[in-house]
C-alpha cells in the first residue's frame, strides 16, 4: 500500500472516532487536526498538488496552520512552476547555469550572491566570503559555493578589508555607501535612503543596479510604488536576478496584488530555491489564501500554482462553475469518507461528517446573501465571481487544470522586457565582467598584511573567526586550547570552538598563491618539515603522564589540559595517531619505560575538552627525554619479547602459561559480582586462549588484561611490562594470582 494510501486510510479511520467524541474534547480535535496536516504534507512531498491544496484548506478550516509548516507545500508548488516554467525561455536554467558559475572561474573579488564587487567582505563558517549587504539583508540561506547553512552573524572580515581598502579604495567606498542605504531602510530612514542611494545611481554606472533594489525597497515603503516598480523593472532588464524579482514582488504584494507577487515569489524562487525571504513570504500567502475567510480564492491559488499566465476572467470561472457542479475527485472522495465512517458512526454523525468535509457550502451560501464588492486585479478579481461552494470548486480545479496544461506558458504580462533578449544580454554582461575582473598591482602587494598576529608569519591555512580576525589554523586552535576567546578582541567564541569548523578562509588562501607563491612555497617547505618530525614514532615521540598502559588493553582518556589537547590534534593531523602513555617519576620526570597508545577515535566537547578512546601498541624504553610546547617527549626504542627456540623448552612454556590462563579464569570468575562488573565495563572480558603464544613481539593478550586488572602497586606493573622473558612475566602473575586466592574472599 502507497504512503497516500496509507495516510487516506488513517485520515478517514481517525475522522470516524472523532466526529463521535466529545465536541469539548481539545486534544482529540488537536489530534484530528495534525492529522490532516499530515496527510496534507505526504501529498505535496508526493508532488499531488491537487490534492494537497484540498488537504492543507481541510487542516486550516480544523485550525490555524503556522506559515512555517507550509514549507513542504511550497516545495511542491515550486516543483510543478518550476516543470511549467522549464520549456520555455529557459529562464529558471540560465539562472542555475549562472550560480554554477560561481566556482574557481568566478572572480576572485566578487560576492557569489549578487555578482558585484565584494565589498565588506563577510567569511562564513565554511571559509567562503560574501559582501556585508547580502548577509545584512538575509538573500542567502545557504553558501552559493557549498550548501553550507548561513546564520549571517558574522562580522567583517578584518584582513580582506584592509586590502580592499588599500587596492581598491574608490570600490570599497561605494559599498560602504550601499551599505549605508540598508542601514537607513533599517532604521525606517526612507527618505534619506532614497536620496543616498540616487546620488550613488547619479555618480556610479557599476553599482546602479544594486543601488536601484534598495531605493525600490526604500520608495515601497513609502508607498511609491510607482517609482519602485520602475527600479525593479530597470534591474530585471539587465538580468533576472533573484533579488530583483524577490523586490518587485515584494512592491507588488504592498499593493494588493497578490495574484502577482505570488507569481514573481516563484519566480525568484525557480531562480533561487535558498532565498530565505521570499520562501517565508510564499508561505505566509499561501496560508492567507487557503484560510477559510478567504476560501473561494483557493481557485485563483490553483490557477497561479499551476499555470504561469493565469489571468483569465471572471466570466470563465463563473461558466466553468456552472458547467460541472461536482468533480470525480471530489465525489469519490465524499464517497470514501461515507463508507469508512458509516460502519462506526449513526445517520446523525455521517451527516455531520458530511458538513464538516463540506464546510463551504453553507458558508458559501452565507456569503451568496451579502454579495461580493471585490473588483481588484488579481487574486482579489476572483473574489467577484459567486461565491463557490467545494463541489464548485472541485470541479473547476479540473477544469482548470485541464487548461493550464494545453495553455502556452509565459513568464508575466508585466515581465516581458526581461525576456530572452534581456537574459541573453545579461548572460553576455556577467561573461564579459568575469572575463576581465580586477587586477591588483603587484607594487600594492606586501607580504607583512598577510602575517598571523600570532606566530608572525605568512598565513597557513588561515581561518577567520565569527569576530572577523583571521589567524593560522594551527595558531588559532593553540590559543583555543587555552581561552574560548579571539586572541585580538578577546570575544567569546565558545560557540565557534563548540563547531569546531575550522575553514580555510579561501579568498585568501587564493590571493597568498596567486601573489606570494614563492613566500607561500617556503611556507608550505617548513610547515611539511615540521610535520614530518612529529610524524617519526622513535624521535621525539610525545609523551603523555599519566597511568600505566598495556598492549592490546583499552585505554580510555579525558583530555584537558591545553598542552595535552594540542599533542593530541598533532598526533591526529601528522596521521600517525600514537603517543606513548607512561607514569609519574618524581626525579626524571617520567619512567624509563611505557606503552604507546593508538588512538581509535576522539570525541570533543563543546568547551575544547575531548574523550580519547585508546588502544595499547607497542612497549618501549626511554633512551632520552625532552620537552615540546609544554609536553614531554623522548627518544625511545620498542621492546620485543625472546622468542624460544628449543621445542621443549616450548612445550613448557606453553604448559606454564595454560595453567596460568586457567588459574586467571577460575580467580575472575569467584570474585563478587560488583568487581566482576567494575573489570568488564572498564577493561572487556578477559581475552580467549591463543594458538600460539609467540604470534606477536609483546606475547599472550591474556598476560596484559590480567596486568591491568589485578589489584598490585604500579611499579610491580612496570617491572612486569619491561620484562622480554615470556616465562618471567608468567612466572610474576601466577605468584600474584596465587597470593590473591590465598586471601578469604570477604
Not at 520562501?279 to 483557493?298: F, G, M, T, W, Y
Not at 470563465?316 to 456552472?322: F, K
Not at 455531520?352 to 488579481?378: D, I, K, N, V, Y
Amino acid at each position: 500500500m502507497s504512503l497516500k494510501e496509507q495516510m487516506e486510510d488513517a485520515v478517514e479511520e481517525r475522522s470516524g472516532f472523532f466526529i463521535g467524541a466529545d465536541s469539548d474534547n481539545v486534544s482529540e480535535e488537536e489530534d484530528h487536526h495534525q492529522l490532516v496536516l499530515q496527510k496534507a504534507n505526504a501529498l505535496a512531498s508526493q508532488n499531488c498538488l491537487k490534492e494537497a491544496i484540498d488537504w492543507f484548506s481541510l487542516a486550516l478550516r480544523y485550525g490555524p496552520v503556522r506559515p512555517e509548516q507550509l514549507s513542504t507545500f511550497v516545495d511542491c508548488i515550486l516543483r510543478n512552476f518550476k516543470k511549467k516554467a522549464a520549456g520555455q525561455d529557459a529562464l529558471s536554467g540560465q539562472s542555475r547555469n549562472a550560480g554554477a558559475s560561481s566556482g574557481d572561474d568566478r572572480p576572485v573579488f566578487d560576492c557569489p550572491n549578487c555578482r558585484s564587487f565584494l565589498g565588506e567582505p563577510v567569511t562564513i563558517s565554511c571559509g567562503h566570503s560574501y559582501c556585508k549587504r547580502c548577509l545584512q539583508q538575509r538573500l542567502l540561506s545557504k553558501c552559493k559555493l557549498c550548501s553550507e547553512t548561513v546564520t549571517g552573524e558574522e562580522k567583517v572580515n578584518v584582513i580582506l578589508c584592509g586590502l580592499f581598502d588599500k587596492w581598491f579604495p574608490d570600490e570599497l567606498k561605494r559599498s560602504k555607501t550601499l551599505s549605508e542605504v540598508n542601514e537607513l531602510c533599517v532604521r525606517k530612514c526612507y527618505h534619506e535612503a532614497v536620496t543616498l542611494a540616487t546620488d550613488v545611481i547619479r555618480c556610479d554606472s557599476e553599482t546602479t543596479a544594486v543601488a536601484r533594489l534598495s531605493r525600490a525597497e526604500a520608495y515601497s515603503a513609502l508607498k511609491q510604488y510607482r517609482l519602485a516598480l520602475e527600479d525593479t523593472e530597470f534591474c530585471l532588464q539587465s538580468s533576472c536576478s533573484a533579488e530583483a524579482m524577490f523586490r518587485k514582488a515584494m512592491v507588488l504584494h504592498e499593493m494588493g496584488q497578490d495574484e502577482e507577487s505570488l507569481q514573481f515569489f516563484l519566480h525568484c524562487l525557480a531562480v533561487d530555491e535558498d532565498f530565505p525571504s521570499a520562501k517565508r513570504q510564499v508561505e505566509k500567502i499561501l496560508c492567507d489564501l487557503l484560510s477559510p475567510a478567504d476560501e473561494n480564492v483557493k481557485v485563483g491559488l490553483r490557477e497561479t500554482t499551476q499555470n504561469t499566465s493565469p489571468h483569465l476572467r471572471s466570466k470563465t470561472l463563473v461558466s466553468d462553475a456552472q458547467a460541472q457542479p461536482q468533480s470525480p475527485v471530489q465525489r469519490q472522495h465524499q464517497h470514501q469518507v461515507r463508507a469508512a465512517s458509516a460502519h462506526h458512526l449513526p445517520d446523525n454523525q455521517e451527516k455531520r461528517w458530511e458538513s464538516l468535509e463540506r464546510p463551504g457550502l453553507s458558508r458559501a451560501h452565507s456569503l451568496r446573501m451579502h454579495g461580493s464588492c471585490c473588483t481588484e486585479e488579481g487574486l482579489k478579481r476572483v473574489c467577484s465571481a459567486p461565491q463557490l461552494g467545494d463541489q464548485e470548486k472541485g470541479s473547476l480545479l479540473k477544469r482548470k487544470l485541464s487548461v493550464s496544461d494545453t495553455e502556452p506558458c509565459l513568464v508575466d504580462r508585466g515581465s516581458s522586457k526581461y525576456k530572452k533578449q534581456g537574459v541573453a544580454k545579461s548572460s553576455k554582461h556577467q561573461t564579459a565582467k568575469a572575463k576581465t575582473g580586477r587586477n591588483v598591482s603587484k607594487d600594492l602587494v606586501d607580504h607583512n598584511d598577510f602575517e598571523c598576529s600570532l606566530c608572525m608569519r605568512l598565513f597557513y591555512e588561515p581561518v577567520t573567526t565569527p569576530c572577523g580576525h583571521t589567524f593560522c589554523k594551527n595558531c588559532l586552535e593553540r590559543c583555543l586550547d587555552h581561552t574560548p576567546q579571539c586572541p585580538l578582541c578577546k570575544e567569546s567564541l565558545k560557540q565557534y570552538l563548540a563547531c569546531r569548523k575550522y575553514m580555510v578562509t579561501t579568498i585568501l588562501d587564493k590571493l597568498i598563491k596567486q601573489y606570494l607563491s614563492q613566500e607561500y612555497a617556503e611556507r608550505t617547505k617548513t610547515h611539511l618539515e615540521e610535520t614530518r618530525e612529529l610524524s617519526d614514532l622513535t624521535k621525539n615521540v610525545p609523551i603523555f603522564v599519566c597511568t600505566m598502559a598495556y598492549p592490546t588493553v583499552p585505554c580510555p582518556l579525558h583530555v584537558f589540559e591545553p598542552r595535552y589537547r594540542l599533542m593530541i590534534r598533532r598526533c591526529m593531523e601528522t596521521g600517525t595517531r600514537q603517543f606513548g602513555m607512561c607514569i609519574n617519576d618524581p626525579q626524571k620526570g617520567f619512567v624509563d619505560y611505557g606503552c604507546m597508545l593508538i588512538i581509535r577515535s576522539v570525541h570533543f566537547l563543546p568547551d575544547g575538552r575531548s574523550v580519547v578512546d585508546t588502544i595499547g601498541g607497542k612497549r618501549f624504553r626511554v633512551l632520552s627525554r625532552g620537552m615540546k610546547d609544554g609536553y614531554s617527549t623522548a627518544d625511545i626504542e620498542h621492546l620485543e619479547d625472546i622468542r624460544v627456540e628449543d621445542s621443549d623448552e616450548l612445550r613448557r612454556l606453553q604448559e606454564l602459561h595454560d595453567a596460568v590462563y586457567e588459574q586467571a579464569r577460575v580467580w575472575f570468575q569467584n570474585l563478587k559480582i560488583r568487581f566482576h562488573n567494575q573489570i568488564l565495563q572498564h577493561f572487556g572480558p578477559m581475552p580467549e586462549r591463543e594458538a600460539d603464544i609467540q604470534a606477536t613481539p609483546n606475547g599472550p593478550a591474556c598476560c596484559w588484561w590480567l596486568l591491568a586488572v589485578l589489584p598490585i602497586d604500579p611499579r610491580y606493573q612496570l617491572s612486569v611490562l619491561s620484562m622480554t622473558s615470556l616465562k618471567e612475566r608468567l612466572v610474576k602473575i601466577q605468584h600474584i594470582l596465587t597470593y590473591l586466592q590465598s586471601i578469604p574472599n570477604n
